[in-house]
């Protein structure tokens, strides 16, 4: 486990208190432009006196950043209206932001070329998958980097914890099992309108590894070398393109993932975070309580580096028992935590159920 070190070693100058073994608690708060102060540090007091650690609001959406970004649209400068609050509160703030997924007008103008293309010939711009936002930026392109990390650049030079990326990853080529029955589409393979990125310059660099046009294969689905290609796109945009630049300003790097990684072309285990963040929300994929359980084991040990994972799940429609059960089986695999989706749904027995696992 030396190699952990390298990863979660700039975590130690965050405002986090470091408490051996006791489990960490974090809530994605999604975009809320409306709620005065006031009502912020209701929030914020209540969920922290119910135990919760850590926060991830969601300061940069796929279409503007609630940030004085100069960059990118703005909304408002939400983040710096909630970070004083937070921080009086004494909760943790990890900058949410969307990556890949970018529905900007701006960026399209400029580079329409960014926009990943299916293996129909379609671009993700013209033809999403799936809804209307999911345009998705190529990770082969030299200007992408630089453009996503100036938005890491920014979000770090503000007195936060963390930087936290969200779609950090390809479209699904296929969807967990319940989405599938929500938009009525069977994926029972990989289907060439969904099966990204097949652009110009994704083609040419892996044919000048590989010697051969993926295109030109008879079937590229099959093939495991352009599979591990795409994958090792993503992977080095977050180790050598981004996380190096959260990690200069002494900021921590977490990241929000897929259980089905293969789906995204999202080889998460390789990544160099300081927390992992897996979306466990098993009413996707059609499964039980007990299958998050099942799933940490497999992440944790899917894990190069050893950094520390906390169980993502979903309140929505949850109970709170449910959501006792999500908590005791997290923490009894192996998980130093939780992460709910989404703060807005607690409710006071959830409340009271974070507050009993947390012991404070």
């Given at each position: 486990?030396?190699?952990a070190?390298?990863?979660?070693?700039?975590?130690?100058a965050?405002?986090?208190?470091?408490?051996?073994?006791?489990p960490?608690?974090?809530?994605?708060v999604?975009?809320?432009?409306?709620?005065?102060?006031?009502?912020?540090?209701?929030?914020?007091?209540t969920w922290?006196?119910?135990?919760?650690?850590?926060?991830?609001?969601?300061?940069?959406?796929?279409?503007?950043?609630?940030?004085?970004?100069?960059?990118?649209?703005v909304?408002?400068?939400?983040l710096e209206?909630?970070?004083?609050?937070?921080?009086t509160?004494?909760?943790?703030?990890?900058?949410?932001?969307?990556?890949?997924?970018?529905?900007?007008?701006?960026?399209?103008?400029e580079?329409?070329?960014?926009?990943?293309v299916?293996?129909?010939?379609?671009n993700?711009?013209?033809?999403?998958a799936?809804?209307?936002?999911?345009?998705?930026?190529?990770?082969?392109?030299?200007?992408?980097?630089?453009?996503?990390q100036?938005?890491?650049?920014?979000?770090?030079?503000?007195?936060?914890d963390?930087?936290?990326?969200?779609?950090i990853?390809?479209p699904?080529v296929?969807?967990?099992?319940?989405?599938?029955?929500h938009?009525?589409?069977?994926?029972?393979?990989?289907?060439?309108?969904?099966?990204?990125?097949?652009?110009?310059?994704?083609?040419?660099?892996f044919?000048?590894?590989?010697?051969?046009?993926?295109?030109?294969?008879?079937?590229?689905t099959?093939?495991?070398?352009?599979?591990?290609?795409r994958?090792?796109?993503?992977?080095?945009?977050?180790?050598?393109?981004l996380?190096?630049v959260?990690r200069?300003?002494?900021?921590?790097?977490?990241?929000?993932?897929?259980?089905?990684w293969?789906h995204?072309?999202?080889?998460?285990?390789?990544?160099?975070?300081?927390?992992?963040?897996?979306?466990?929300y098993?009413?996707?994929?059609?499964?039980?309580?007990?299958?998050?359980?099942?799933?940490?084991?497999?992440?944790?040990?899917?894990?190069?580096?050893?950094?520390?994972?906390?169980?993502?799940?979903?309140?929505?429609?949850?109970?709170?028992?449910?959501?006792?059960?999500?908590?005791?089986?997290?923490?009894?695999?192996?998980?130093?935590?939780?992460?709910v989706f989404?703060?807005?749904?607690?409710?006071?027995?959830?409340?009271?159920?974070?507050?009993?696992?947390?012991?404070?």
């Amino acid at each position: 486990m030396a190699a952990a070190g390298c990863a979660i070693g700039m975590g130690e100058a965050s405002h986090a208190a470091s408490v051996p073994n006791k489990p960490k608690f974090w809530a994605w708060v999604t975009t809320d432009l409306e709620a005065p102060d006031e009502e912020w540090k209701r929030r914020f007091s209540t969920w922290k006196a119910h135990g919760l650690d850590a926060i991830l609001p969601e300061v940069v959406s796929n279409r503007t950043a609630h940030y004085a970004s100069v960059h990118l649209p703005v909304s408002e400068p939400w983040l710096e209206r909630l970070l004083p609050i937070a921080r009086t509160e004494g909760l943790e703030v990890h900058c949410w932001m969307h990556t890949m997924a970018c529905t900007m007008d701006s960026v399209h103008a400029e580079h329409p070329e960014w926009y990943n293309v299916n293996r129909n010939g379609d671009n993700s711009w013209d033809h999403p998958a799936y809804v209307g936002y999911y345009r998705f930026l190529c990770p082969s392109r030299p200007g992408v980097h630089e453009f996503l990390q100036k938005r890491v650049r920014e979000l770090s030079g503000f007195d936060v914890d963390g930087v936290h990326l969200d779609y950090i990853r390809y479209p699904d080529v296929i969807l967990a099992e319940s989405l599938q029955l929500h938009y009525d589409i069977v994926q029972d393979k990989e289907y060439p309108q969904y099966d990204y990125c097949y652009c110009d310059v994704c083609r040419a660099g892996f044919a000048e590894m590989h010697g051969v046009d993926p295109l030109e294969m008879e079937d590229p689905t099959a093939s495991p070398e352009w599979f591990q290609y795409r994958c090792d796109l993503i992977t080095s945009l977050v180790n050598d393109k981004l996380i190096p630049v959260g990690r200069e300003a002494g900021k921590q790097m977490t990241a929000a993932v897929f259980p089905n990684w293969q789906h995204v072309r999202q080889q998460w285990g390789k990544w160099k975070l300081d927390h992992v963040l897996p979306m466990l929300y098993h009413r996707f994929y059609n499964a039980d309580i007990p299958w998050i359980g099942e799933k940490v084991r497999e992440e944790i040990a899917f894990l190069d580096y050893g950094e520390p994972l906390s169980a993502g799940v979903m309140l929505g429609r949850t109970s709170a028992e449910d959501f006792e059960q999500m908590i005791e089986v997290s923490l009894a695999t192996g998980a130093a935590g939780l992460s709910v989706f989404n703060a807005g749904d607690f409710d006071d027995e959830k409340l009271l159920a974070l507050k009993a696992a947390s012991g404070v």
